[in-house]
């Protein structure tokens, strides 16, 4: 009889474990993640860094502070999706035609950008805004897998922020012709075989 209820255990035992792992995975799926009061809470999750500013970047081109023309009184308000009549040198791309201006900027505080809750982020800190979506790319650029770091490898870091590299209005990194190798230095000859083909695994 022993023999026979140990087998029988034996046999019960991996469905048992199964359902108790088809529960548990479905007890979490079930749960709906918190929602960031402030998009900043996300940078208490990682170890600091520094971003290189970006506002200042934007006030050397005219473009801010954007309340300097947006201050509601020169230039109104106005949330109908519309063709532009300034501003008409930007091509919305982004989003392939789900995305307006105020999906990212602020309605009524232009000089900062808004998160989907309307909470004010700085330009200074526009991965915030991009991890919204991008959410994916947010945390290798915080892991530092993603992205650029400046200065010194060591230490501090110091980070681009996305929009250094990408045009928020079209982030798709377009292809660019590789520069030439370097020249042979004076007094050497180029290798014969510098520029053989290599061979393929099943050759080798």
């Given at each position: 009889?022993?023999?026979?209820?140990?087998?029988?255990?034996?046999?019960?035992?991996?469905?048992?474990?199964?359902?108790?792992?088809?529960?548990?995975?479905?007890?979490?799926?079930?749960?709906?993640?918190?929602?960031?009061?402030?998009?900043?809470?996300?940078?208490?999750?990682?170890?600091?860094?520094?971003?290189?500013?970006?506002?200042?970047?934007?006030?050397?081109?005219?473009?801010?502070?954007?309340?300097?023309?947006?201050?509601?009184?020169?230039?109104?308000?106005?949330?109908?999706?519309?063709?532009?009549?300034?501003?008409?040198?930007?091509?919305?791309?982004?989003?392939?035609?789900?995305?307006?201006?105020?999906?990212?900027?602020?309605?009524?505080?232009?000089?900062?950008?808004?998160?989907?809750?309307?909470?004010?982020?700085?330009?200074?800190?526009?991965?915030?805004?991009?991890?919204?979506?991008?959410?994916?790319?947010?945390?290798?650029?915080?892991?530092?897998?993603?992205?650029?770091?400046?200065?010194?490898?060591?230490?501090?870091?110091?980070?681009?922020?996305?929009?250094?590299?990408?045009?928020?209005?079209?982030?798709?990194?377009?292809?660019?012709?590789?520069y030439r190798p370097p020249q042979v230095r004076s007094g050497l000859q180029p290798a014969p075989n510098a520029h053989h083909e290599r061979a393929k695994p099943w050759q080798m």
């Amino acid at each position: 009889m022993a023999a026979a209820t140990k087998l029988r255990l034996r046999a019960i035992l991996p469905v048992l474990i199964a359902v108790l792992v088809g529960v548990t995975l479905l007890a979490q799926e079930s749960e709906v993640p918190r929602q960031l009061d402030d998009p900043r809470e996300v940078l208490e999750r990682y170890r600091p860094l520094e971003v290189r500013e970006r506002q200042p970047v934007l006030e050397d081109n005219g473009y801010y502070p954007c309340s300097d023309c947006h201050d509601g009184v020169e230039v109104e308000i106005n949330p109908t999706i519309r063709e532009l009549m300034v501003h008409d040198e930007i091509q919305l791309v982004h989003g392939g035609g789900r995305f307006w201006c105020l999906t990212c900027h602020g309605e009524e505080d232009r000089d900062h950008l808004a998160s989907l809750k309307q909470q004010p982020i700085s330009f200074d800190e526009s991965f915030l805004l991009c991890g919204q979506c991008h959410f994916q790319r947010q945390r290798d650029f915080f892991l530092g897998v993603h992205g650029k770091r400046l200065e010194s490898w060591q230490g501090e870091r110091t980070v681009a922020v996305c929009t250094e590299c990408h045009d928020p209005h079209d982030p798709q990194i377009k292809p660019r012709k590789p520069y030439r190798p370097p020249q042979v230095r004076s007094g050497l000859q180029p290798a014969p075989n510098a520029h053989h083909e290599r061979a393929k695994p099943w050759q080798m």
